[in-house]
Structure formats: C-alpha cells, structure tokens
C-alpha cells in the first residue's frame, strides 16, 4: 500500500500515473522561480528519499511550479557579499545537494526531468542528474556559475560532459550562455523536446509508460549506465565542493554576487 506523501513547505508531493506509482516532485518557489534556498535543499532531499524507499513508486518524475524548472542557488537568501568571511558552501553542497544528486542516480527506478521553463545553475545540474530529461520549447538551460565567478557545481561537471562532449560542455562552463531548449536537443541536452501547448499531457503520457514498464529491467539499465558513464561520480562531486569553496573565498565571487544583486555587469578582476 502506498505510504502517505508528508507536507514539505517548498516541494509538492503528488502521486500521479497508475494507481500511484509514479511520485511526481515539485519544486514550489515559483515567486522565486523554485530558485534553491536551505529548505528547499531540506525538502528536496527528503523528497528523493522518499521516492528511492517507497517500494509503490515505480517512476518519479521532477518539475518545477511555475514557469521555471528552478533559476538556481537563491543569491538573495543565501549569501551576503558584504559580509567577512567566506560562505560555508562546501557543507551546503555535501550535507544537501550531493545526496540529492547522487539519490536521483542511484535510486533503482527511472527519474523524469520535466523541464518545464529555465533550469539554471543547481537547477540544471538537477535536470541533468535524471534519466531522461524532457524539456518545453521555451525552456532553457544555463550553467550560470561562472557569471558569479564560480564553478560549475551539483554534478554538472560530469552530466554535461557526458552529454554533449567537451568542446560544448567547456563552452557552456566557460561563457555561461543560454542554451535554447531546442539547441540543446540537437546537442544532447534534452531527450524529448515538446510544444509549451502540449508540455502537461506528453509529461504525464511518458511518466505513465515508466510508471508501468518493466522496473526490474529499468532498475538494471540505469545500474549499467551508471557504472560506465558515472563511476567516478563520488569523486567529482567532492572536487566540485572542493574548488566551490576556494571559489567562494575569491573577490569576484562577492563582486559576481554583488553585482547581481544590484542588476549591473560584473568588473571581474581574477582575484
């Protein structure tokens, strides 16, 4: 019997295709464009715990309310550029964002990405983390880190490469452009690209074919995909955490901070 969905205050839990056995997580900031803050670290790692331990659950799908998928780490929450001291991200990414990441890879189920709008940052790394990522026409995908003077974080570093090869994901770290849905279609970013229209009704066909398909045979794929393709995930991630700490302590990173928050271009310096 499927096990009741908990209240959470900034992901919605709702069980959708077959009689429930598909989860569908919702990340629910849309006044902030489900831009990432503690709580919704708290929340989503729960939520993908939930979704790995719940023996109903034969699929999960992942969205975002609103008209973003999520915009990122909420700059406006979480850090202060004008205070001393360097940010403890390191501990964020580990104690929050990496069980998610890495819970969304290893849980024995397929995980859907409904890229319903722009998946930026952390948010990307998210959409990336799936299985399969299905994405709207008008959604976009940004590794935005380096705007703020950053490194690309959340696994990013490992799924983007490994979708659209190095020359691409060096030009999406480096240059933190926009990449139009429909571009990264054509370079491996999105699986199944769909009209804004139809967007709702293809999401729930496809989580219902999951939902009801072979989950032993799925559970399998995913292993042998993860052992070719992420073996050496766990080591990564603890890099990524490793230089985003040294990144946080930089002054471009205040200033990239800084001059987010007042809407002007940053004066990087390289210091």
């Given amino acids: 019997m499927a096990a009741t969905l908990p209240d959470l205050e900034t992901v919605t839990l709702r069980r959708g295709a077959s009689n429930g056995a598909e989860l569908r997580i919702e990340l629910n900031r849309p006044d902030?464009?489900?831009?990432?803050?503690?709580?919704?670290g708290i929340d989503l790692r729960a939520a993908v715990e939930l979704a790995a331990g719940d023996d109903s659950v034969r699929a999960v799908t992942i969205t975002g309310a609103g008209r973003?998928?999520?915009?990122?780490?909420d700059l406006r929450a979480g850090f202060d550029p004008t205070a001393t001291g360097e940010p403890d991200v390191g501990s964020a990414l580990r104690e929050?964002?990496?069980?998610?990441?890495?819970?969304?890879?290893?849980?024995?189920?397929?995980?859907?990405?409904?890229?319903?709008?722009?998946?930026?940052?952390?948010?990307?790394?998210?959409a990336l983390a799936c299985d399969i990522v299905l994405a709207a026409d008008s959604a976009y995908f940004l590794l935005a880190f380096v705007n703020?003077?950053?490194?690309?974080?959340?696994?990013?570093s490992v799924f983007v490469p490994a979708r659209v090869g190095a020359g691409r994901a060096a030009e999406m770290a480096l240059l933190g452009e926009r990449v139009p849905a429909a571009t990264?279609?054509?370079?491996?970013?999105?699986?199944?690209?769909?009209?804004?229209d139809s967007f709702a009704a293809e999401v729930d066909a496809f989580?219902?074919?999951l939902a009801t398909g072979p989950t032993r045979a799925y559970a399998g794929?995913?292993?042998?995909l993860n052992e070719r393709m992420y073996s050496g995930l766990d080591e990564q991630l603890e890099l990524e955490?490793?230089?985003?700490?040294?990144?946080?302590?930089?002054?471009?990173?205040?200033?990239?901070?800084?001059?987010?928050?007042?809407r002007r271009p940053a004066r990087f310096t390289g210091e």
């Fill in 96 to 126: 929050r964002y990496h069980p998610i990441i890495t819970g969304v890879r290893r849980m024995p189920k397929p995980v859907l990405a409904a890229v319903n709008g722009p998946a930026v940052g952390i948010g990307c790394s998210l």
């Fill in 184 to 196: 990264g279609r054509a370079w491996g970013l999105v699986d199944r690209l769909v009209s804004d």
């Fill in 221 to 224: 794929a995913k292993a042998l």
């Fill in 241 to 262: 955490a490793a230089q985003q700490q040294e990144m946080a302590g930089s002054t471009d990173f205040r200033e990239g901070v800084m001059a987010f928050l007042e």
């Fill in 207 to 209: 989580a219902e074919r």
């Fill in 32 to 40: 902030r464009m489900n831009a990432w803050d503690k709580q919704l």
């Fill in 148 to 156: 703020i003077g950053l490194v690309p974080d959340g696994g990013s």
């Fill in 68 to 73: 973003a998928f999520s915009s990122g780490a």
